[in-house]
Every structure is written in structure tokens, then in C-alpha cells.
């Protein structure tokens, strides 16, 4: 069965770099046409997708975020990651991460965390 957790920091200060780890269980983030996610929500908002890192290592990402996201991952930990920079109170959400798998669709999400950012 495919699992993904989310973990990270909750709380981070604004103009900080927010960091968040996906470990993956289940599947591995190398398998061929496999895309991984990270999407939030804010407070009373809808999901807002930031962007993914392909089973080749390939990124995309929101173009309103790009300038501030990076999305890596460490192949031996089967693990990628999300870093945010120079964030503000309106990055607080909740943060998940999702595979996309050969259907197309985000048939595996993660739990979620919930970021908060505030001094």
C-alpha cells in the first residue's frame, strides 16, 4: 500500500524558509511516470497546487511560486522535499504532498501538516 507523511516544522517566522519532508512508503519516487506533489490549502480557501519533481528528477512548478519554491529529493531515503522561501503570514495552510500516478490523477496523498507562519 502507497503512504506519504508529511513532517516538518509548524510554526515558521516570516521571511523565513519553510522546509517539509514527503516520506514515501509503498512505491518508489524513481518508478517510471510517477509525479510528486505538494499542494496546500489555506485557511478557508481551496487547494492550491505549488509544483512536483518527476520520477526523472524533472521539476514544475506554479509559476506564482516558482521565484520562491524548490523541490528536491534524496533518492536513497525515497524522500523529496519542500522548501518556500521568504515566506509570510499569507503561506500559512495546510501543506500535502500527493502522488500523481499513470492515471493522471493524485491517487495518493499524505495526511497534511499544518504551517503556520508567525513571529
Known amino acids: 500500500q502507497v503512504q506519504l507523511q508529511e513532517s516538518g516544522p509548524g510554526l515558521v517566522k516570516p521571511s523565513q524558509t519553510l522546509s517539509l519532508t514527503c516520506t514515501v512508503s509503498?512505491?518508489?519516487?524513481?518508478?517510471?511516470?510517477?509525479y510528486w506533489w505538494w499542494i496546500r490549502q489555506p485557511p478557508g480557501k481551496g487547494l492550491e497546487w505549488m509544483g512536483?519533481?518527476?520520477?526523472?528528477?524533472?521539476?514544475n512548478y506554479n509559476p506564482s511560486l516558482k521565484i520562491r519554491t524548490s523541490i528536491a529529493r534524496d533518492t536513497s531515503k525515497n524522500q523529496f522535499t519542500l522548501q518556500l522561501s521568504s515566506v509570510t503570514p499569507e503561506d500559512t495552510a495546510v501543506y500535502y504532498c500527493?502522488?500523481?500516478?499513470?492515471?493522471?490523477?493524485?491517487?495518493?496523498w499524505g495526511q497534511g501538516t499544518q504551517v503556520t507562519v508567525s513571529t
Open positions: 500527493a502522488r500523481e500516478g499513470t492515471t493522471g490523477l493524485l491517487d495518493y
Open positions: 512536483n519533481i518527476a520520477y526523472s528528477g524533472n521539476n
Open positions: 509503498g512505491d518508489s519516487i524513481t518508478t517510471n511516470y510517477r
